[in-house]
């Protein structure tokens, strides 16, 4: 059985820190409607939820485990701590007494990897070179400088592919007229041969201010655009730098991401404020980081 440190606090560890075993052993216990004990729609309210937005996750494979998802992005407050003390606030002890062993230990791998200076990601030695390189001298964009400072960008672009030609018009309309901003745009301006989701974490992490997803029905089933999304969310829980700007361009037959509709949305597909579209998101986007 895994004992925590008595020194950590569990209200400042992060809900990222529970791994999937833990996540899916909650839903167990808290996805079936039950009449005795509470249920994940008990969890729900105790945590902040609205009935509108307690509703949006029923339809949820997993809506225990939507919820803790959503709430992670959400607030900053949730954190491990928290969680333990909202199942005891609905009366939810034996789920606390069940996981807490499973809890304590994924609380203690986490306190561990943060311990841990993090290492780049292993690479072939290049043959005529002994002097170490990292990530960033190696050059992971188009106009890097192996030997200088990190290409940075006003934002990232978050997409698929099936909405390049949106992505497009965003390049015209923010990079080439008098707004002269920087956009990242994976496939024009990253160098191949690297791995995907490091790059993708040190672009949105270190070299963009911000991050613009671009929504639509095949957003939804793409696997990149909700790594992406998910990452950055968080990196500022309940949006508190106003770091992602969400962007709906074309009507859509499916739900709207409800991990996103507690964020001001950017909406092209209304006539009446098309006018106004692009110079809210060019202003959005040219804010100094120091406000992030």
């Known amino acids: 059985m895994a004992c925590v440190d008595s020194e950590v606090n569990l209200w400042s560890i992060p809900l990222v820190a529970l791994n999937v075993t833990v996540r899916k052993k909650l839903a167990l216990y808290l996805n079936p409607k039950n009449t005795v004990a509470a249920d994940w729609t008990a969890v729900a309210e105790a945590m902040g939820f609205s009935y509108l937005e307690i509703k949006n996750h029923e339809a949820a494979r997993s809506p225990a485990e939507s919820v803790l ?7 900053s407050e949730a954190s491990v701590g928290k969680l333990l003390s909202v199942l005891t606030e609905v009366e939810r002890k034996d789920v606390v007494e069940d996981l807490r062993p499973l809890i304590d230990e994924d609380v203690r791998r986490y306190c561990e990897r943060q311990k ?3 290492e780049p990601p292993l690479q072939v030695a290049e043959v005529d070179s002994c002097v170490p390189r990292t990530l960033e001298k190696i050059g992971i964009t188009l106009d890097d400088d192996p030997e200088g400072a990190p290409e940075l960008f006003d934002a990232f672009i978050c997409y698929c592919h099936s909405d390049f030609e949106f992505v497009h018009e965003m390049i015209r309309e923010l990079e080439q007229t008098e707004c002269r901003l920087k956009l990242c745009v994976f496939d024009r301006d990253v160098l191949p041969g690297s791995c995907v989701w490091t790059i993708t974490s040190e672009l949105i992490e270190k070299r963009c201010k911000r991050m613009v997803v671009v929504i639509s029905d095949e957003y939804l089933d793409s696997d990149a655009c909700d790594f992406q999304t998910k990452f950055a969310l968080s990196l500022c829980p309940g949006a508190r730098g106003k770091r992602l700007i969400p962007v709906k361009y ?5 739900p709207f991401p409800s991990i996103l509709r507690f964020l001001t949305i950017c909406d092209y597909t209304r006539p009446l404020t098309q006018d106004w579209f692009w110079k809210r998101l060019a202003k959005a986007l040219s ?4 406000h992030i």
């Open 69 to 75: 998802e959503n709430w992670q992005a959400r607030s």
């Open 116 to 118: 841990k200076p993090s």
């Open 250 to 254: 074309k009507p859509m037959s499916r």
């Open 287 to 290: 804010q100094p980081a120091s």
